[in-house]
Structure formats: C-alpha cells, structure tokens
C-alpha cells in the first residue's frame, strides 16, 4: 500500500515517446524499442549488479544504486561501498520503494530479469532492459545510453586484437573442458549461440570445446551427474568452484570433489592437465577486464 501510494503520489510517468525525446532515440537491442534516453543521466541505478554495473564502472560513469546484496564477489563490494552506490535490494525483485527514494533519472537492466517490472519501473524514470545475449553488444549498448561510445569502441579494439594473436597460437587438435563446480552439483556453460560471455570468449580466441560441450540449438548449460564428467574428454580441463555469492566454502568444496576417485579418473586430470581457475572472470563476468581475464588464462593453461 505505501509503494502504491508513493508512486501515486509522483504521479508523473517519465514518457519515453521517442516524438517528444530530446536525448538519444535507442533502436536495437533494448526492450520496448524504440525508446528515448536522456542525453545526460547523472543518477543513474542499475538492476544488474554484475556485467551492466562492472562495465559502467570500466566506462567511467557514475552509479548511484544497485542490488548490492547479489554482488559477484567481495572486491565488488568494496568498491560499491566506497562509490556510495545505495543498496536496492536483490537482482531479481529490486525495492521499487528504495529506487524511488533516489530520483534516479535513468534505470538500466535486463529484459530477461525484469520484464514483469518495466510498467513500474518507466514510472519511477526512464528505462533501458538490454536484449542482448553478447557480451560486446551489450557494453556497446550501454556506451551509447550513456554517451561512451568512442572509449567503449578502444577498449573491444584493443580486446580484439589480442584474440586475434591468441587464436593464431591455439594448437588446432587441441580441445578444452570446462566445468563449474557447484554445492549442487555439476554445470556444463556451453559452447553456441546463447554462450555465457567466458565461455563466448574461448571460442572467439579460437577454442575448441568437445561435442558434448557444444550446441547450436538455445541451450547454454547442461547440468551432468557424476557418471556423465566422463564426456567431459578435453585434452585441457578448466574448472572453476562456485560455493554460491560467499566464496569462503570454495576451497573445502573444491577439496571434496578433487578426492573422488571419479574425478580422478577424468583424462585432463590423470594427465596431470586440469587446472582450476578464478570464480571472479568465470562466474562475474563483468566486461571488458573480465574477457582479458579469460584471455591471461588461455595463455596461461592452454597455450604452448
């Protein structure tokens, strides 16, 4: 009742009719479209408290409030916590009171997410809910809602050309595993169309993953048991353990998978060819810096 009345009481609805828009008109990409932008926005609040929150933070623009209790990893937290961003709540059922009490004049986040809340969100201010499912789509969407086009545009320049020197190094008979290690079991991010940004990254450096890690339907992840770690047969296997939002459990986590005699019989791993990596680029991905991440483990472990 009092969010109801709150947003009654505005009773202003931040039009997005791109007829009267005097900042920039946004097409693709985004949800709703075509919709308007302001030229400016100077409080911004942000639904996604991983890739949209960490690629503004790479393109220098200020954020005033996020979902702080879903962030990735404690560094995110830190640093939100010296920026003075306000906490909103969760990424999936943000405070609409709490956004509302920040007069933001741009809300950015997420079609998949928040959908069902974009009536009530282009109330409060106006709303960008970003379609993508590439990464670099996405940050350059995000450049251009908030005026940072040409640095977005240097930064994937520069990424560029370090994928195209790695993917000349890749040995071509070479294949590469890759696994996360969860307190609920197994998770296989696959290689297609619908690529989780890390594992779009292996491929855009030249990566080959087996067919049991590949798909060109909409999956994006299987979930495999025990007696199913046997397709996992990459020359390589890389594998990151994920104990939920707290990294403290990792390690105890990691420790009783690697005792299992199952996991030992994985073929990178009796090869002595598996190797656990970062849970902050695998699992919170946040751009630019999260890929060159990637990148600093291809050279590392899979490289000759």
């Not at 995110?76 to 306000?86: C, H, L, M, P, V």
């Not at 290690?181 to 690529?195: E, I, T």
Request: hydrophobic share 45%.
């Amino acid at each position: 009742m009092r969010l109801t009345a709150l947003l009654v009481s505005l009773f202003v609805t931040f039009s997005q009719s791109v007829a009267a828009c005097d900042g920039r008109v946004i097409s693709d990409g985004v949800y709703d479209a075509p919709l308007c932008s302001p030229a400016d926005p100077a409080r911004i609040v942000v639904l996604d408290p991983q890739m949209a929150l960490g690629m503004l933070w790479e393109l220098d623009v200020p954020v005033l409030g996020a979902p702080l209790v879903s962030l990735p990893d404690a560094g995110a937290g830190t640093r939100a916590r010296k920026a003075d961003i306000a906490d909103i709540g969760h990424a999936q059922q943000p405070s609409l009171e709490r956004i509302v009490a920040l007069r933001p004049d741009l809300i950015i986040g997420d079609a998949y997410t928040h959908e069902s809340l974009y009536p009530s969100l282009t109330r409060i201010a106006p709303t960008v809910l970003s379609t993508h499912q590439n990464w670099k789509a996405h940050f350059l969407l995000l450049a251009e809602v908030t005026g940072r086009r040409e640095p977005a545009a240097a930064m994937l320049e520069a990424y560029e050309t370090r994928v195209a020197d790695i993917r000349d190094h890749v040995p071509e008979d070479l294949t590469v595993s890759v696994l996360r290690v969860s307190p609920n079991g197994f998770q296989v991010y696959l290689d297609g169309p619908r690529a989780y940004a890390p594992y779009a990254v292996l491929a855009e450096a030249g990566i080959r993953r087996p067919a049991y890690e590949t798909t060109q339907g909409p999956d994006f992840r299987k979930r495999p048991g025990w007696e199913e770690l046997t397709a996992l047969d990459g020359d390589i296997l890389l594998y990151v353990v994920a104990n939920g939002y707290d990294p403290q459990g990792d390690d105890a986590l990691a420790a009783k998978v690697e005792a299992n005699p199952l996991w030992q019989m994985l073929p990178a791993v009796a090869a002595g060819r598996a190797w656990r990596v970062q849970r902050s680029q695998w699992m919170g991905f946040r751009g630019v810096a999260s890929a060159h991440a990637v990148l600093d483990d291809i050279e590392r472990f899979i490289l000759p």
